[in-house]
């Protein structure tokens, strides 16, 4: 009996021989210095590929580089292993084999790696690889880079089982092949096949596994693998041929059942395919061209009909065959149980998700639900936009208009250009205002409580702009927010002399102008010396100045400029503005086209001024040089006057006792 348990000891003895562990250590210096590697300088690394093979104890180690070497990097003192997108390292002995991999993360918020073969899964901090193999390769396919503090790697004496290419459930051979998607369709409900190409992940829920395959010439198929298939994939990789499963409709869906020998990735497609394909404006194609299964997008949409069980509709607003718009619906499914936004039937949203059919009707199941990112209104003038939208900018409260409207502008002297920001191309440039009216319609409770507000917060301002090619005006939709402590240092204004015979204003734009008031046929108009220019005036916006103003006298003026009819789009113009604010400048514009040409004598006609206020600035003689200062008055935008300055701009008129006065333009 006492042999017999010593000759037990000695096997387990021998057996626990069979197994040993190596650690690889980048956190310290001595740890590297184990791996014949020199601890590099505060904020410089050492490239792997540069230092060859790393070998201790039978266990070895190779890099290849990605976005960034492959390398050990000191920061602050802390060292690490740092594995960028394209990388990898690869663990490997030259007898007996791996059968487990510890790694130890230095940093969590990206340590996603891609194991070879085997199994490999992340818990925390903590990377663990199980199989047996003679070598297994971790990579690494997202952007930020991967920080490494350890390896663990535990070694057999016994040979691997796992083989690359090996396959440890051989398929039968006389099982119907399949080697694309599109012809799944094709197949009879309830046939087994075997996928004999490659195809990637589109995404991945529980037992829901989206697949695509890109034919030789580029045309897109997808399908619905349903059922446990024993990996967790990332997006974007590639499963190798020689899954197996049936091919099964189900509620008017194609789609894939009973999945068996899905293996490791081996490796991953690029990023541009495995973004959502782009269907805004167009969801109507949807029904007809077979998008079943794919993973798209829909950006500006509408939802709404939420219930508690997840379902929805999205609308989509765009033009049919004739060019007339149409409103296209979708419905939608909380499939993944993704936390909504608060909707807002005035608000706009970005979507993205699967397509599928339920009951042959088409439904999203949505993987993102965003509300859309708002509209710099520069950008609604240059590029004519139109239709619903919210703006991005803070929109200063500048004065009353008619019929419920209130003028607003974004007062940007400067911006972003980003129109070319997907080729990689920003820049800053000067600008100049971009006015708008607000239309309240007949709710007057919402336009009285806008007018008390001094700026309005981005992102706030949602409605349906209409009339971008005449008087650029937005219907809201809902209240917006007023900016807390905002910033103003006064409104750019340019300055439209009417005796140069150059008007280049948009319409709705607040603007200073000159000239000479005229009755032309019983009707006021601003003229130049000689009358080769007349602009009708409309005293709307403040109805008694026309009482005070003198016939034939010079005046300058704070005026709302009105289009009366968008401007032809044959004939492009451009003429020289100048901003009594800031210095003259030319800032880059779209090219408006006007209803009449310059120089033609007459193309100033299609345009209406509004004077909100006046100052006389006619010469006179004899003046007396002892005169006194006997009023200052302040007139503010909207054309009150005050014996003290009103909060913002004023327009500053100065009283003599000999009946003159003087004007200052513009006082912070």
């Not at 909504?340 to 993987?367: K, R």
């Not at 006389?616 to 003290?644: E, F, L, R």
């Amino acid at each position: 009996m006492k042999k017999f348990l010593s000759l037990a000891v000695m096997a387990f003895i021998a057996v626990t021989a069979l197994a040993a562990e190596v650690t690889l250590d980048f956190s310290s210096a001595a740890g590297l210095q184990a791996m014949g590697i020199t601890a590099p300088e505060q904020s410089n690394g050492v490239n792997l590929i540069d230092v060859g093979t790393i070998t201790v104890d039978g266990v070895n180690l190779t890099a290849v580089n990605g976005s960034t070497a492959t390398r050990v990097w000191n920061s602050q003192g802390n060292y690490t292993l740092r594995i960028y997108q394209g990388g990898s390292i690869t663990l490997s002995v030259e007898t007996g084999s791996i059968t487990g991999v510890t790694i130890n993360a230095a940093n969590t918020s990206n340590f996603d790696l891609l194991a070879s073969v085997g199994n490999y899964s992340v818990a925390g901090s903590v990377g663990t690889w199980t199989g047996s193999a003679a070598q297994v390769t971790f990579s690494h396919t997202t952007t930020k880079n991967a920080q490494i503090a350890s390896i663990v790697v535990t070694t057999s004496t016994q040979n691997p089982t796992d083989e690359p290419g090996d396959d440890p459930n051989p398929v039968d051979p006389n099982i119907t092949k399949l080697d694309s998607l599109a012809h799944l369709e094709t197949l009879d409900d309830g046939t087994e096949f075997q996928f004999t190409t490659e195809a990637y992940v589109q995404y991945q829920w529980q037992n829901y596994l989206w697949l695509m395959q890109l034919d030789k010439e580029g045309y897109a198929y997808a399908t619905l693998v349903y059922g446990s298939v024993g990996r967790t994939y990332q997006i974007g990789s590639i499963i190798p041929a020689g899954w197996t499963g049936t091919k099964t409709t189900y509620k008017g869906l194609v789609e894939v059942t009973n999945p068996t020998h899905f293996n490791n990735a081996t490796g991953m497609v690029q990023e541009m395919y495995v973004q959502p394909f782009d269907m805004t404006g167009y969801m109507s194609y949807i029904e007809p061209d077979h998008y079943e299964n794919m993973r798209v997008k829909f950006n500006g949409i509408t939802l709404s009909d939420i219930d508690e069980s997840g379902n929805f509709t999205i609308t989509s607003n765009e033009e049919d065959e004739s060019g007339k718009v149409v409103s296209v619906t979708m419905a939608g499914y909380n499939k993944f149980g993704i936390d909504y936004p608060a909707v807002d039937p005035a608000e706009t949203y970005n979507i993205d998700g699967m397509v599928t059919i339920f009951n042959n009707n088409y439904q999203l199941y949505p993987i993102t639900i965003v509300e859309t990112e708002g509209t710099r209104l520069w950008k609604v003038t240059y590029d004519g936009l139109e239709g619903n939208m919210k703006i991005a900018d803070s929109l200063y409260v500048v004065m009353p208009l008619v019929d419920n409207q209130i003028l607003v502008t974004d007062n940007v002297s400067q911006i972003l250009n980003d129109t070319y920001a997907e080729w990689g191309y920003t820049w800053y440039e000067d600008w100049y205002p971009t006015w708008v009216a607000i239309d309240c319609g007949d709710n007057t409770e919402l336009y009285n409580s806008i007018l008390k507000m001094q700026v309005l917060a981005p992102n706030t301002v949602k409605g349906n702009m209409v009339d971008v090619e005449s008087n650029p005006r937005l219907i809201l939709a809902s209240t917006p927010q007023a900016l807390t402590d905002p910033e103003f240092e006064g409104y750019h204004l340019y300055n439209y002399n009417i005796s140069d015979g150059k008007i280049q204003a948009f319409g709705n734009e607040l603007a200073y102008t000159t000239g000479m008031y005229k009755l032309i046929g019983g009707e006021p108009y601003l003229c130049s010396a000689q009358d080769t220019v007349q602009v009708k005036l409309d005293f709307s916006l403040n109805p008694e100045l026309q009482q005070q103003l003198v016939e034939g006298s010079r005046y300058d003026m704070t005026a709302v400029f009105k289009l009366n009819e968008p401007w032809d789009s044959d004939v492009t113009y451009y003429a020289p503005r100048k901003c009594h604010q800031q210095p003259a400048r030319k800032p880059m514009i779209k090219g408006i086209n006007p209803k009449i040409d310059y120089p033609d004598a007459d193309y100033y006609t299609n345009y209406t001024i509004m004077p909100v206020n006046a100052t006389i600035t006619t010469a006179i003689d004899n003046v007396n040089a002892a005169k006194q200062v006997v009023k200052v008055s302040y007139v503010s935008m909207t054309g009150a006057v005050s014996d003290t300055p009103f909060q913002g701009v004023n327009v500053v008129v100065t009283h003599y006792s000999d009946g003159s006065r003087t004007v200052n333009k513009v006082v912070k």
